[in-house]
């Protein structure tokens, strides 16, 4: 027997959690002596009152959804990858290494390009954690952490000592060149007498995200290889009885969450930056986390939460920009979110769930 | 003897930057010993620097600023405690949690109590842990070799770093001579038979978490008051991952633990005053020492040099049977 219906663990669930984070997040405010109902209608203004500010949460919501998806597919083979920040980061070296040595005719032929590498690029960096796990049994979450920092310190010396162009003193990659710049929201729907999305980053990009949720859909419930990692996610001893083997399961599904977690790199780094810089992820890697948790895992929930978390990050840009709350309030929030979502998913579960037989008792 | 000169300053500055590892990763040690995995290290730690710091800016008084520390990185462990072994959820994420909420909190704190964007007043004074000469380490000085090794190395540390490596013989008594240390190496290999011995799981673990968040405190307070003199933003710089790194390159032993902060600090002390390194042509860059630590973590990791195997029951929540 069920002990609650289907939609309230899809929707209630995750709904409580996020008042409850709401709640403290308002009193965290207070706190520190501000409005809340001024932050949050500053926050509404500056990321959805215009196209403009659409167009900042839409590139943020971009990079979340890749990052949230490759979380939510390493989830479904029970596998905890907190290393999307640094597969996140080689795929920006894969896009900047397609972008910069080949001299690409169009943008279209050298996004596809660029995909291919950033995606090729996150893959292998999680393939050793991947086969660290599958083979060896050393904890992918300490694996994935420990990949972080080298990535982090790989890139600082690809950018200082190989990338950087002569006479710079930026750590960064020079810039791509004109024909592969990606067309941005912008230059998409302006019409001659209306611009819209001026200036905003939001580009190309995010339909390849969208695209990207579908196929993550179709993967994790249309196709065989889908079916084997929720049934391995499930129950390792029932998917090895099933014929399924833990080791292919565990490294398919982390070369499809890094490749993921790479493919990020199209919008961030092609896309606004136009050229590889030091911290060019800016813990999306790790937002990406709380948008799996709070999208449960589903492609469509991965969708709604990451365009959450990019109203909120565009929202805590401005309350930064016109109050004297900084953006860190956006990091508790997130952690909030986390908190509740993830650590603590039971506290909100257990009374519910009670609360559910004890109706359902009075029914019958 | 100009090499022996920088041979004591680097091993000084090892022993300085090792005490903030070694604390952390006791602190990991007891946790992971009793079944709870904590990544979140670094969060404790970040907190307690910053509370630390901003008591200890505002009264003058360094220990009261040791106590906040400590107290902020309890209050964290409790969470920790709560999510996962009240209820029983993912430890691992509970510590992704926790380090956020500390990144994000002690910036919106520091910038609400002190307007500095996002750091504490500088500390000067009984705002900070002094150096503590040992006796005659002036009059031993001119000694050669045994003088600065003596005055230098050992001697004119915080009191802090003290009692940081007397925590190593400490933990390992506790640990393997007490009947409170056999019960929490037993609840982290077998829960079951320990409540079968009638002896309170959740008892013994919330111990074992409150000792990790006391050492992450004093750890924190270290690091704001007295290696440094303040606190800023993240200044914990992924040293609470780089003692979860030395937690399992020591294979969860207190001895092992001190040595492998001692290894990841030399580390640091090089990286810090060579940054390149010239080995007759071959130059290490700078960033290879950044990443020693973790890739030297991997390597242990993945058994190819004895294999590390974590305590039997950790990151599992302990469900009583029925």
């Known amino acids: 027997m069920e002990k609650m219906p289907k939609w309230a663990d899809v929707v209630l669930i995750p709904l409580i959690s996020l008042i409850l984070a709401a709640i403290l997040s308002t009193l965290v405010i207070l706190a520190i002596g501000e409005n809340p109902v001024e932050a949050v209608n500053l926050m509404v203004t500056g990321a959805l009152g215009s196209t403009y500010g659409w167009g900042y949460t839409l590139y943020y919501a971009t990079n979340f959804m890749f990052t949230g998806l490759a979380v939510a597919v390493a989830f479904h083979a029970r596998l905890f990858n907190i290393g999307g920040e640094g597969q996140a980061m080689l795929g920006g070296l894969g896009v900047a290494v397609a972008c910069l040595y080949i001299p690409w005719p169009h943008w279209s032929i050298a996004l596809l390009a660029a995909c291919a590498a950033s995606m090729l690029f996150g893959a292998a960096w999680a393939a050793i954690p991947a086969y660290l796990q599958a083979k060896r049994g050393s904890h992918i979450v300490i694996t994935t952490i420990m990949f972080n920092f080298i990535a982090a310190a790989f890139l600082n010396y690809m950018l200082v000592n190989v990338m950087r162009p002569q006479g710079s003193q930026d750590p960064a990659t020079a810039r791509f060149p004109e024909a592969v710049h990606l067309p941005t929201f912008q230059s998409m729907f302006s019409t001659a007498e209306n611009a819209v999305f001026r200036g905003a980053p939001a580009n190309i990009s995010f339909f390849v995200a969208l695209l990207a949720c579908v196929v993550v859909w179709a993967l994790i419930w249309r196709t065989r290889l889908g079916y084997e990692i929720r049934a391995y996610g499930h129950s390792e001893t029932g998917a090895v009885y099933a014929g399924i083997s833990p080791v292919r399961i565990t490294i398919i599904a982390m070369l499809i969450s890094g490749a993921l977690a790479g493919l990020m790199a199209i919008n961030n780094v092609m896309g606004e930056a136009e050229r590889l810089v030091l911290n060019a992820t800016e813990g999306a890697g790790f937002i990406g986390i709380a948008v799996a948790l709070m999208g449960r895992s589903h492609p469509f929930g991965v969708f709604l939460a990451a365009i959450l978390f990019g109203f909120l990050y565009q929202g805590g840009a401005e309350l930064a920009l016109w109050t004297s709350i900084p953006r860190e309030l956006i990091v508790v929030i997130q952690a909030l979110v986390i908190l509740f979502t993830g650590a603590l998913d039971n506290m909100v579960r257990i009374p519910l769930e009670k609360l559910f037989l004890g109706l359902r008792k009075g029914a019958e | ?322």
């Open chain 2, 1 to 322: 003897m100009e090499f022996f000169v920088t041979l004591v300053q680097v091993l000084d500055s090892t022993i300085r930057l090792a005490t903030p590892l070694l604390l952390a990763c006791l602190a990991g040690l007891y946790s992971e010993r009793a079944g709870i995995f904590d990544i979140g290290l670094e969060g404790k730690m970040l907190m307690s620097a910053f509370f630390s710091a901003a008591v200890a800016a505002v009264t003058g008084s360094v220990w009261l600023g040791l106590m906040a520390g400590i107290g902020a990185s309890l209050i964290l462990s409790a969470l920790h405690g709560v999510a996962s072994i009240t209820f029983r959820g993912n430890q691992l994420i509970s510590g992704v949690a926790i380090n956020f909420l500390a990144s994000g909190l002690t910036v919106l704190i520091a910038q609400s109590w002190f307007q500095q964007g996002g750091r504490t007043p500088s500390l000067f004074g009984g705002g900070r842990f002094e150096p503590i000469s040992f006796p005659f380490a002036e009059a031993l000085d001119a000694a050669p070799i045994i003088g600065p090794v003596y005055s230098e190395l050992l001697s004119g540390h915080s009191i802090l770093v003290y009692v940081a490596f007397l925590m190593v013989p400490l933990t390992w008594w506790v640990l393997y001579r007490t009947r409170f240390g056999l019960r929490l190496r037993a609840v982290g290999e077998n829960p079951a038979a320990v409540d079968t011995a009638g002896v309170s799981v959740v008892g013994l673990r919330f111990a074992a978490v409150a000792i990790c968040g006391v050492l992450c405190g004093i750890a924190g307070a270290y690091l704001a008051t007295a290696l440094q003199a303040g606190f800023v933003k993240e200044m914990t710089a992924g040293r609470g991952f780089i003692a979860l790194a030395a937690l399992i390159f020591a294979k969860w032993r207190p001895w092992h633990a001190m040595w492998a902060c001692l290894l990841f600090g030399l580390l640091q002390a090089i990286a810090l005053r060579f940054q390149n390194i010239d080995l007759g042509g071959i130059i290490i860059p700078v960033q290879v020492m950044d990443a020693l630590p973790y890739i030297l973590t991997v390597v242990i990791l993945a058994g190819f040099v004895g294999k590390a195997i974590p305590p039997r029951a950790g990151g599992e929540p302990y469900v009583k049977e029925r």
